[in-house]
């Protein structure tokens, strides 16, 4: 989902989000095996394929976007993707395909009602006990952060005072865990980071940041696919 007002959706991933997101995802160049799949979930250009591309064939990784102008970005560097019908929530593999989804700051963009149909067709295409790695800002904490950060950068005010358009599924962490709940187990979302976390180290604690993970202003983290059918 390219944006001219965002070029870090064409910049490369960072090192340390690169490890964060393959250690998340479960994916090494230890247990990739040939028929190891993996599918990002509006990929945009591409960026975060590429990382997967370290441990999995390039063959094995698919991505899928309704950005047109992304998608051609990700064709231009060799990738696999194709495009989804913004209101049509399907997706065109076989049942059980992947061993891991990932979606990053994606299903805010979706209108509640098909992402909720893409949740349960993700659920459909992941193996039993496969990964779905997802990570989306955490309303309304987000408006909090958002506030602060415009009085602090006076430079990026207009773009943090004003909430994105696009986002049209205002999600909650909980709520997100909720709709989950039906195809996955192991539900594991935290805060990517907590009010005072730089300066109160006991907040970097695992059991802290799950008890305040609803305080952090986004959230990332994975979910396994239950072996029983849809």
């Given amino acids: 989902m390219a944006n001219a007002e965002k070029p870090w959706l064409f910049t490369p991933v960072h090192e340390n989000t690169a490890a964060h997101v393959l250690e998340a995802c479960g994916i090494s160049r230890d247990i990739v095996g040939p028929e190891f799949r993996v599918l990002d979930f509006g990929c945009g250009s591409g960026r975060y394929m590429e990382v997967f591309e370290r441990c999995v064939p390039r063959a094995n990784v698919q991505g899928v976007d309704v950005d047109a102008e992304a998608l051609e970005s990700a064709r231009e560097s060799g990738l696999n993707v194709s495009e989804l019908k913004s209101s049509q929530p399907k997706l065109l593999f076989p ?92 539900i594991r979302l935290m805060p990517t980071e907590l009010p005072l976390e730089r300066w109160l180290p006991f907040m970097r604690r695992t059991e802290v940041r799950h008890r305040l993970r609803a305080l952090g202003y986004k959230f990332f983290g994975s979910a396994r696919r239950r072996a029983d059918e849809i």
């Fill in 95 to 186: 049942d059980r395909y992947f061993d891991v989804v990932f979606s990053s700051n994606v299903i805010e963009h979706i209108p509640r009602s098909v992402y909720l149909g893409y949740v349960e067709e993700i659920a459909r295409v992941i193996k039993p006990h496969g990964i779905f790695a997802v990570g989306a800002p955490n309303y309304p904490i987000k408006r909090a952060f958002d506030m602060f950060t415009a009085l602090r950068h006076r430079d990026q005010f207009r773009y943090y005072f004003f909430d994105d358009p696009t986002h049209c599924n205002r999600v909650r962490i909980h709520q997100v865990e909720s709709d989950l709940a039906p195809w996955f187990t192991d």
